[in-house]
């Protein structure tokens, strides 16, 4: 929703744009900050991870065979679906990453759960040395951009190291901290017309869509899609462990997560939402998101365990048997509020004022998500994706036979 709503940058630095980072704008950030970002992508990358393993092991189970086919298959047409979806309405798309990164998956779903949980974990520690490395880069830029200013205020000429790092801090200060002037540029490309929107999401497709397999991102995505494998075969996913088990895993996730990212967030804030000091923060960056996303794990699988809150859980549940229908619904939604292709809000809305849209597509997807499925097995594009997999059209609306909770469940 920021990215769709904001400059980029604001993302992660209030003060670039979406109001003055004070009042609610500021609570906003720092909530977001604290219980939201990074925990969500690493709880939906487990869960991905989980079904590499639940729709293989279905697969052998009925046909006694690999399941290559059909795994790679079903991921080739999600990296189809998410190249239209990136280039027509969301450059921040996940989908195509995602199914990049699962056509690694397949030869490993066999490994034991230990094992699988040691490579995500490998994953992650290659994460944190590069962002180390990363971060005491930054800090030779900027104290060879010092040593250049200071060499130009003696009237000595700056050594060529130096002056590349100066220009390449000044880059960085121009896209990371831009000006009104750039802002306002920005947001004009954003509310133009339909060719010049898929021109703006094609240049920054070009870079976000080209880094190397070996790019933290990809190590992002891969560290907790391992992770989900491995406690998917351990049965945390299922709500298969006692629930005295999931209460420590919530108490022991809160108990640590809360913490360690209020203190990144108030040392953001403390330095004026410093590059460098964001840099360094980073390094801590999955031991902070990832007990919050097993502590929310955790939480829901005592939530049904108990049986309670069932009519929203029921409806959550909805929405997950129609994840793709109704992220795609909600780019559509973001698009035609934000962009040119409606109402061209971007850049108009303050950060608190974005989570109104939130709301509305949550309430949308809560209401409408369970009465499809009354009607239908399959979300609308759920059903054209399986159809695609199996290369062959698949039943959609709910029949007599249907109707049992065993007979959609085996659909599913």
Known sequence: MLIFGLYFAAENDPTVAGGAAAGWNLAYWALFRILIAGKMRALFSMAFGASTILLTSRAEARSGASAADIYYRRNLWLLVIGLAHAFLLFWGDILYPYAVCALILFPFRKLPARKLIAIGVLFIAFKTGWSAVEAWRQRERRNLATAADAAEKAGRKPTEEERAAKQALAAQRKLRKPSQEDLEKDARQWRAGPWALIGARANELATWQGLPLYDPMFADIWSMMFIGMGLFKMGVFSAARSFRFYAWMAALGFLLGIPLNSYDAWLALRSHFDRLTILFTNMAFDLERLPMALAYMAALMMLCQAGALRWLT??????????????????????????????????????????????????????ASPIWLRHYQFGPLEWCWRSLTYWKRQPMRIGPAMGTPAARKAAV
């Open 314 to 367: 029921g409806r959550l549940a909805a929405i997950g048997q129609m994840a793709l229908s109704n992220y795609i619904l909600q780019s559509v939604v973001c698009s035609f509020v934000f962009t040119g292709y409606g109402l061209g809000l971007y850049g108009r809305l303050e950060r608190y004022q974005l989570y109104y849209v939130v709301a509305g597509c949550w309430a949308v997807s809560l209401v």
